[in-house]
């Protein structure tokens, strides 16, 4: 004897199978690091995908391109951490596609002063290094009194923190 589904029945079938099938993209149970939210840190490959959601099944949204590059992690589930860039893109990122190597980029908030200057010192009148060009980034090395110590390669020196991205605004590096 064949077995029919009345039409209504097939309609609440399909929409369970439909919720079961977009749960089954998250991971069975979200977990937590133990790591402070928000914090940032620094993509691990030359080339990551941030998805629309934590899963596989969730398109790829933006890939980056640049090792190193710094992302703040706004929100974890289970190994995907939910990302926000220096520009305000936000996706998920496998955990596996991070590290947690801290880096800045040079963002020159203030606008008249045309390219940040690179110091041998945390101080305005020691020997300057180099200029930074706005949008480049680079190693976190340590921060202390307002000054962070970036590796910019090839060269080494400190700027002053309120032109990077990458670090909050009392937080220390050593």
Not at 93 to 107: E, F, W
Request: proline content about 9%.
């Amino acid at each position: 004897m064949p077995f029919y589904l009345s039409k209504p029945l097939s309609i609440a079938l399909a929409g369970f199978l439909s919720i079961f099938l977009t749960l089954s993209a998250y991971p069975s149970e979200p977990s937590r690091s133990g790591l402070p939210l928000p914090r940032f840190v620094s993509l691990a490959d030359d080339r990551v995908h941030a998805r629309a959601g934590p899963g596989l099944r969730f398109p790829i949204n933006w890939v980056y391109l640049r090792k190193g590059f710094p992302v703040e992690v706004i929100e974890e589930f289970g190994h995907w951490r939910r990302t926000r860039d220096i520009d305000g893109v936000v996706g998920w990122i496998h955990l596996s596609m991070l590290s947690g190597k801290r880096a800045v980029i040079v963002a020159g908030t203030n606008p008249n002063v045309a390219l940040p200057t690179l110091h041998r010192r945390p101080d305005r009148q020691s020997t300057p290094v180099a200029h930074a060009e706005i949008g480049v980034h680079g190693r976190l090395l340590e921060c202390v009194d307002g000054w962070c110590r970036v590796e910019l390669i090839p060269f080494r020196g400190w700027l002053p923190r309120d032109v990077l991205w990458g670090i909050y605004e009392h937080e220390q590096i050593k």
